[in-house]
């Protein structure tokens, strides 16, 4: 393991602004970066992106589209449109792919979310495809079927981007989301050319809070390494992009936590 | 829906002792009490059997066996040892089932966990089956693989269970474990006569505790009278036993918690 393909998303040193996440990240020689889009409130995005590229960073993926499921249809279309106003942030940004948290929405069954994230996805990849803007859809973990994605194994995940057969729809693995399922393996390699992203952490025991307490590679129970030979098996050689929700490091430094982070990654991923 | 098939776990009431859930389950015409094995410490089990039938209690299951891997060739065997030791205090009771919560180990692998769990269970069988208990295999939350159970679906405890082939081993279905599977429809189809068990709750939005903030049928969002309707369809007509963790409800008044689940029960399964 070198640094090479170590990416690092804006939300896991939140308490920077992307001006100093670049900064910061380029001082500690990481060469990738995945934005989200709160980080980008306020600026010029044509800008922005240039000025990553500038501290000689690569910019990976924008995050994140998804959220399609709506009780009605007027919450339907601007989930759309906000999705395509994401491809075109994408653009500007100068990012080649939008991870989509597919959404859930309480008050109707998950098959109706699940065919209405279907709907989504192909009301976007027209546009998606003319922007040259690659779609991953990221399984979330089952706990997260509530509210934030209805779209929980990557066997489903598999199955809606086999359905598409656009090269412009793909998935995201994260290991957080996906380490229990006795079926990952097979699935992973049944991705093949349309496994676009690839998101590491950890899982804590114990767990202290269900959105906010990822671990750093090594520290919790999830094996990064084996799941990362498993995605390189598929001829993956994407960044591997550290993704770490966490109240307890965003309260602390974070030029010190990207140390950790580099850490972490050279011995447990 | 009536009361009659209505079971409530001993650790729904957790404040109360089984002597004053008896009397509050009387109280309110609850026939089915599902028994947590810390509710016995200290009693005679047999007496405490005795007096469960005699305020009309059925005891649908002892809960819990299982917790079966662990690093060590003695942890294991003192795990057997415990489950051998629930199958006496099941016959003593007069529970005719025990409720499995399989069991993960912290610093192996989830395949290694599985099979270990596998040979618990074929180390504990033949004295069940002699007992005449019956073991239901209880999947649990994904949420719950790092310590828990490395059995994580219905299709694992239903791949478990045909393998063993023994009347004396099936599965129980918990809504709360299962509600998000795209699979869980036929699977439960699948399950045919070992389906053991059937336990409800609600997932409530937002989950602000991964173990104590289970909700009451109704205030979230799985769909327990669909999932019951999937249950009874493979024939299965024994108890809905409720099964609720919660700091929130165990920090009111008991017998006001009891009319509250009949009629979550009543309205909402």
């Known amino acids: 393991m070198n640094l090479s393909r170590l990416c690092v998303h804006t939300i896991t040193t939140k308490p920077l602004s992307i001006e100093e996440a670049a900064k910061c990240y380029s001082r500690e020689n990481i060469r990738g970066i995945t934005v989200?889009?709160?980080?980008?409130?306020?600026?010029?995005i044509r800008a922005t992106g240039k000025m990553?590229?500038?501290?000689?960073?690569?910019?990976?993926?924008?995050?994140?589209?998804g959220f399609f499921p709506h009780l009605t249809a007027a919450g339907r279309k601007d989930a759309i449109d906000d999705n395509l106003k994401a491809i075109e942030e994408a653009v500007a940004l100068g990012a080649p792919m939008i991870v989509l948290v597919c959404g859930a929405a309480k008050g109707q069954s998950l098959e109706t979310s699940r065919e209405q994230i279907r709907e989504g996805i192909a009301a976007i990849e027209p546009y998606a495809k003319a922007a040259g803007i690659r779609l991953a859809i990221e399984p979330l973990h089952p706990m997260y079927a509530d509210t934030r994605s209805a779209i929980n194994t990557l066997a489903q995940a598999n199955d809606m981007a086999e359905a598409f057969a656009s090269p412009w729809v793909g998935v995201a693995?994260?290991?957080?989301?996906?380490?229990?399922?006795?079926?990952?393996?097979?699935?992973?390699?049944r991705c093949g050319k349309h496994l676009f992203a690839f998101h590491i952490c950890d899982w804590r025991i114990p767990t202290r809070d269900?959105?906010?307490?990822?671990?750093?590679?090594?520290?919790?129970?999830?094996?990064?390494?084996?799941?990362?030979?498993?995605?390189?098996g598929t001829g993956f050689n994407g960044f591997h992009e550290v993704e770490i929700f966490s109240t307890e490091y965003w309260s602390g430094d974070q030029q010190l936590f990207l140390q950790k982070i580099k850490h972490a990654y050279l011995h447990h991923s």
Chains 1, 2 share one sequence.
């Open 52 to 65: 990553l590229r500038e501290e000689g960073l690569e910019i990976v993926s924008l995050c994140r589209g």
């Open 210 to 232: 269900i959105l906010l307490d990822r671990a750093l590679m090594g520290e919790g129970c999830i094996p990064v390494a084996q799941i990362r030979e498993w995605v390189e």
């Open 173 to 189: 693995v994260d290991v957080y989301h996906l380490w229990w399922d006795p079926a990952l393996q097979q699935e992973i390699e």
């Open 36 to 44: 989200w889009r709160d980080a980008l409130e306020g600026r010029n």
